[in-house]
T-cell receptor
Framework: EADIYQTPRYLVIGTGKKITLECSQT?????MYWYQQDPGMELHLIHY???????EKGDLSSESTVSRIRTEHFPLTLESARPSHTSQYLC???????????????FGPGTRLTVL | GENVEQHPSTLSVQEGDSAVIKCTYS??????FPWYKQELGKRPQLIID?????GEKKDQRIAVTLNKTAKHFSLHITETQPEDSAVYFC??????????????FGTGTRLTIIP
């Protein structure tokens, strides 16, 4: 089934650790995004990619980095986790369409990160 | 860049009544306005969207209206039901020949339907 997958779903880690949050989509979409969201609160765009080898920083300053080596895969890495990184991280994807059809962003289930 | 303001931040309505959530945007070039619903503990999902070439769009109990001159758009939910309780986000973006640019989201409205 076409979907967006994120792993892990929950992560508790100590300060200073390096972590990678995985995001994969089987929807064939070219655009992918990472958002940071405290539960039920505003969505903050931290990174986005319009295709392979294309990445941009979003509106919210973030100490994380991303890569886009394969179309379906968009991992986010924190080199040194801190308690201020505690949040939910949502991955999303969308398809470039040149018609007037949908431009919907589809979201993954999220990774809830806690840094102690 | 684009700035989207959303009001109210919380809204409680009696079951069966209507709910209205309003958003304003700053960039007159924005031409695509989706609304997302996020239930507790779940991912945001698109419920309706509108493009700047139309003024209103309806889908059963939900409708969105757009006023380009005033740069605001609204979500209307009629005959509200308990399952409408969620956080709703508006968003705006510019759509070019390369597809949509990144979405700018509003701050969200927590809607509670009172049985």
């Amino acid at each position: 089934e076409a979907d967006i997958y994120q792993t892990p779903r929950y992560l508790v880690i100590g300060t200073g650790k390096k972590i990678t949050l995985e995001c994969s989509q089987t929807m064939g979409h070219d655009k992918m995004y990472w958002y940071q969201q405290d539960p039920g609160m505003e969505l903050h765009l931290i990174h986005y990619s319009y295709g392979v080898n294309s990445t941009e920083k979003g509106d919210l300053s973030s100490e994380s980095t991303v890569s886009r080596i394969r179309t379906e895969h968009f991992p986010l890495t924190l080199e040194s986790a801190r308690p201020s990184h505690t949040s939910q991280y949502l991955c999303a994807s969308s398809e470039t369409l040149y018609s007037t059809a949908t431009d919907t962003q589809y979201f993954g289930p999220g990774t809830r990160l806690t840094v102690l | 860049g684009e700035n989207v303001e959303q009001h109210p931040s919380t809204l409680s309505v009696q079951e069966g009544d209507s709910a209205v959530i309003k958003c304003t945007y700053s960039d007159s070039a924005s031409n695509y306005f989706p609304w997302y619903k996020q239930e507790l503990g779940k991912r945001p999902q698109l419920i309706i969207d509108i493009r700047s070439n139309v003024g209103e769009k309806k889908d059963q109990r939900i409708a969105v209206t757009l006023n380009k001159t005033a740069k605001h758009f609204s979500l209307h939910i009629t005959e509200t039901q308990p399952e409408d309780s969620a956080v709703y986000f508006c968003a705006a973006s510019i759509r070019s020949n390369f597809g949509n640019e990144k979405l700018t989201f509003g701050t969200g409205t927590r809607l509670t339907i009172i049985p």
